[in-house]
């Protein structure tokens, strides 16, 4: 079942949409659907995603080893990083509320740690996740945010890590930069949940296809 399903032209103001989890000010102020974003700004095309360079910003695009696939999109901004994944969703009904419950089963099964709290973009997931210490080494952890955005016919995923993940001065930084993403949905039928396609950049700023400055 794709979200096509859904009537053509049905009202998105509609009561079904309060199962929907995003800012208030989402459409004014992000994450931009592509129709709603500024056409002449110099975003960076990757496919699913657009991104908007700004000065100290490098991009990694994570690919899965065996089909070469990207899946995800690794931004390292204010000793931060922020992965994105955009999907399909339904067009009147929203993702994050399920994935959120799911996310805080799997950190969970992991041996970590996960809290639920209100944030600018709506509910978040605080994780601390165990992490693999050298052999005769103490346990360390690490904390995650895990964010997300319901929009039109796309969910949009976030995980941060480093700073931004305990200190506020670089979460408004890496805040403002997941605002900042434009989710680009086409209109190919997906069902829900998939991977809104991703791409490398059609000209990298470096020779490295994996990783650039922005």
Do not use: C
């Amino acid at each position: 079942m794709t979200d096509s399903s859904d009537t053509p032209g049905e009202d998105l103001t509609a009561p079904q949409d309060a199962d929907k989890s995003a800012p208030e000010d989402r459409e004014t102020e992000g994450p931009l659907d592509e129709s709603e974003a500024n056409p002449v700004r110099p975003y960076v095309d990757l496919g699913g995603v657009k991104i908007l360079p700004r000065e100290g910003l490098h991009l990694r695009l994570e690919v899965e080893e065996e089909s070469q696939r990207v899946v995800a999109v690794g931004l390292d901004y204010a000793n931060s990083t922020l992965q994105v994944q955009p999907f399909a969703a339904p067009r009147s009904t929203g993702l994050w509320h399920e994935i959120r419950e799911q996310i805080a089963e799997q950190v969970q099964r992991q041996g970590g740690r996960v809290s639920e709290r209100d944030g600018v973009f709506g509910p978040e997931l605080v994780a601390e996740i165990p992490v693999a210490p050298p052999q005769g080494a103490p346990g360390e952890t690490r904390v995650a945010r895990f964010v997300g955005v319901d929009g039109p016919r796309w969910f949009l995923r976030g995980v941060i890590a480093g700073d931004a993940a305990v200190k506020p001065e670089a979460a408004a930084l890496v805040e403002d930069l997941f605002r900042s993403i434009v989710v680009v949905r086409g209109n190919v039928p997906m069902p829900p949940r998939d991977l809104i396609p991703l791409r490398m950049p059609s000209a990298p700023s470096t020779g490295d296809s994996g990783y650039s400055s922005l």
